[in-house]
C-alpha cells in the first residue's frame, strides 16, 4: 500500500482518535464506556418490551411472543451488572493501569488495519468462547458453579446478557484482553471492537427477529445471531459459539 494511501486511511480515523484520546487517558474509562456502551445498547430492547403489550405489530418480530421480562427480572439483571462492574472490573482495570500505564499513540490506525483486527478479534473470540462454553456444559460442576447463572434465565432478554457469576465475566474480559494484545491492537481498534462485541451480544439476547438483525445480514448462514443463540438457552445441548456457526458445525453441535 501507497504512503498516501496510508496516510489517508490514518486522517479518515484521526479526528475519531483525538477525540477519543482524551477520555481513553483516565482510569475511569474502561468501567464507564463498558457500563455506558452495554446498557445504551440494551435500552431500545427494554422499550420495546415494555412497548409489547400495546403494540401488536411488535408481536411478528419476538421470538416468544407471549414472553415480556418483568421489573422483578430486569432490575436484578441491572443490579448485577452495576455491581461486577464496579466491584471487580474498576478495581482490576484500575491496577493494571498503575502497573503498565498506557502510552498512547498520537496517530490513528488505517481503516483496513481496524477492520481486520476487528475482524480476526471476533473471530478468535468465537473459538475461545466456543470451547469454554462446551466445556462448562459437559463438565457439570463447572456447570453448577459457573455457568448455571447465565441460564437462569431460560428465555432471552437484553439484560440478561451480562447476567453472569464473576468467573464467567473475567473469563470473557481475559479472552478479549490476550487477542487484542497479541495482535497489537490500536487503542481505538480496541474500543470499536469492544463496542461490535457488545453489541453482537446483547443482540443474542435481544429476543426479537428483525429483518435487519446480523444473521440476516450476514450470507450462507455463516452467522448465528439471535434465533442461533435462543435456541441453545432453550435446548441446553446445542449451538454452544455465541457468533458464528462453523465450530458448531464442525463439532456437529449446530440445531
Not at 128 to 147: D, Q, S
Request: with cysteine; aromatic share 16%; hydrophobic share 45%.
Amino acid at each position: 500500500m501507497s504512503n498516501s494511501s496510508c496516510s489517508s486511511n490514518q486522517l479518515f480515523l484521526q479526528p475519531l482518535w483525538d477525540l477519543s484520546r482524551t477520555f481513553v487517558q483516565s482510569a475511569f474509562f474502561p468501567v464507564i464506556f463498558a457500563i455506558t456502551t452495554y446498557v445504551g445498547f440494551c435500552l431500545p430492547f427494554v422499550v420495546l418490551d415494555a412497548l409489547y403489550p400495546w403494540v401488536p405489530a411488535l408481536r411478528r418480530y419476538k421470538i416468544h411472543p407471549d414472553f415480556s421480562p418483568s421489573a422483578g427480572q430486569l432490575l436484578p439483571c441491572l443490579k448485577l451488572t452495576f455491581y461486577q462492574h464496579v466491584m471487580f472490573v474498576f478495581p482490576v482495570t484500575l491496577l493494571h493501569r498503575v502497573c503498565s500505564p498506557d502510552n498512547l499513540p498520537l496517530d490513528a490506525p488505517g481503516l483496513p488495519e481496524l477492520v481486520c483486527h476487528v475482524v480476526i478479534c471476533l473471530l478468535l473470540f468465537d473459538a475461545e468462547f466456543f470451547a469454554w462454553h462446551l466445556l462448562h456444559h459437559k463438565v457439570p460442576w463447572l456447570y453448577r458453579t459457573f455457568h448455571k447463572v447465565h441460564h437462569q434465565n431460560s428465555l432471552s432478554f437484553a439484560l440478561a446478557t451480562q447476567y453472569l457469576s464473576a468467573w464467567e465475566l473475567f473469563s470473557l474480559g481475559f479472552f478479549d484482553m490476550v487477542n487484542v494484545t497479541l495482535l497489537g491492537c490500536h487503542p481505538l481498534t480496541v474500543l470499536v471492537f469492544h463496542v461490535v462485541n457488545i453489541w453482537l451480544s446483547v443482540e443474542d439476547h435481544s429476543g426479537y427477529d428483525f429483518p435487519w438483525s446480523t444473521h440476516r445480514l450476514v450470507p450462507f448462514g455463516w452467522y448465528g445471531g439471535v434465533v442461533h443463540h435462543d435456541l441453545h438457552h432453550s435446548h441446553f445441548t446445542c449451538n454452544f459459539s455465541p457468533y458464528f456457526t462453523h465450530w458448531d458445525k464442525l463439532l456437529g453441535t449446530l440445531r
